[in-house]
């Protein structure tokens, strides 16, 4: 089930340019030196649409559909806040 995100009015001639989220979650080992995980997903706009960049140094997951509800968590909502297209000159 997609959750539909209700749009945000950003003022006129201001647009989104980028959005971006870092999640973290525990070790998926024993090491008590690690930390934790973190992994940044964020959206970008080099002029040609939006796209996802995606950083981690390590991520662990038990199944794709875990990774792939992140994914889709920013999607919605940087799609969500997205009202407009940039104003031209």
Do not use: Y
């Amino acid at each position: 089930m997609v959750k539909k995100h209700n749009s945000m009015k950003l003022p006129k001639g201001v647009s989104l340019f980028s959005l971006e989220m870092v999640f973290t979650q525990d070790s998926d080992s024993c090491d008590p030196e690690n930390m934790g995980q973190t992994l940044t997903v964020s959206t970008d706009d080099a002029g040609g649409g939006t796209f996802i960049v995606i950083k981690t140094d390590r991520w662990a997951i038990d199944r794709p559909e875990d990774l792939t509800k992140i994914i889709q968590t920013v999607n919605d909502l940087h799609n969500g806040l997205i009202t407009h297209q940039r104003d031209k000159c």
